[in-house]
């Protein structure tokens, strides 16, 4: 079936950089984008970033530029989000999405499958 | 950035009544293809996030039809026609034509 799977959750120093990965299976990887989304506790929903897995290109929220960098890797289907200098700001459950068409297209379908998100804990 | 607000914040229900759940948007989110870039997500207790509605009004696979979106331009409604038990959780809008996509604050909906 289609899925995305996350990495495992993670305790990190601040100051320290974090990679989360998400592999996906069921479907195919490089028809559809990964978007990257957060929530830390007591907060709303917060969007990180996407990468197009066709062509690696990704595209970063401003409030994340020079901390954030997504990839892929299309021979294990698998998408990696690292956010570095981390402060204890970034706590907060990170889910991977997939999305299918892009913006400006009539096929743009939103964030239809979700990974089961990964725990991010940043703490001295 | 774009701005969404949603309203109300917290929305209790007696089951079987409808809910509406309203976002505005700074800007508007109406490309020159006729679409609205919104999406509808719910996030239920414990569980990852959830797409309900996607292009402002075209419901996704599997979700029930008592959910339904409308609008354009800077206004867009999410309307429950009968909330049951399960439709509890935190309803994002969500506008993805302006870099970078936003999301509203979210609407705490519970039951009566």
């Known amino acids: 079936q289609v899925q995305l799977v996350q990495s495992g959750a993670e305790v990190k120093r601040p100051g320290a950089s974090v990679t989360v990965s998400c592999t996906a299976s069921g479907y195919s990887f490089t028809s559809y984008y990964i978007y990257w989304v957060r929530r830390a506790p007591g907060q709303g929903l917060e969007w990180l970033g996407l990468i197009n897995t066709k062509s690696g290109t990704p595209t970063y929220a401003q409030n994340f530029q020079g901390r954030v960098t997504m990839t892929r890797d299309t021979s294990t289907t698998t998408g990696f989000m690292e956010l570095s200098r981390l402060t204890s700001e970034d706590t907060a459950v990170y889910y991977c999405?997939?999305?299918?068409?892009?913006?400006?297209?009539?096929?743009?379908?939103?964030?239809?499958?979700w990974g089961q998100g990964t725990t991010v804990t940043v703490s001295s | 950035e774009t701005v969404m607000t949603q309203s109300p914040l917290s929305l209790p229900v007696t089951p079987g009544e409808p809910a509406s759940i309203s976002c505005r948007s700074s800007q508007s989110l109406l490309h020159g293809n006729g679409y609205n870039y919104v999406d509808w997500y719910l996030q239920k207790p414990g569980q990852s996030p959830q797409l309900l509605i996607y292009?402002?009004?075209s419901r996704a696979s599997g979700v029930p039809d008592r959910f339904s979106g409308s609008g354009s331009g800077t206004d867009f409604t999410l309307k429950i026609s009968r909330v049951e038990a399960e439709d509890v959780g935190v309803y994002y809008c969500m506008q993805v034509l302006q870099l970078p996509y936003t999301f509203g604050r979210g609407t705490n909906l519970d039951i009566k």
């Open positions: 292009l402002a009004s």
């Open positions: 999405a997939r999305v299918g068409g892009y913006t400006g297209s009539e096929y743009y379908g939103g964030m239809d499958v």
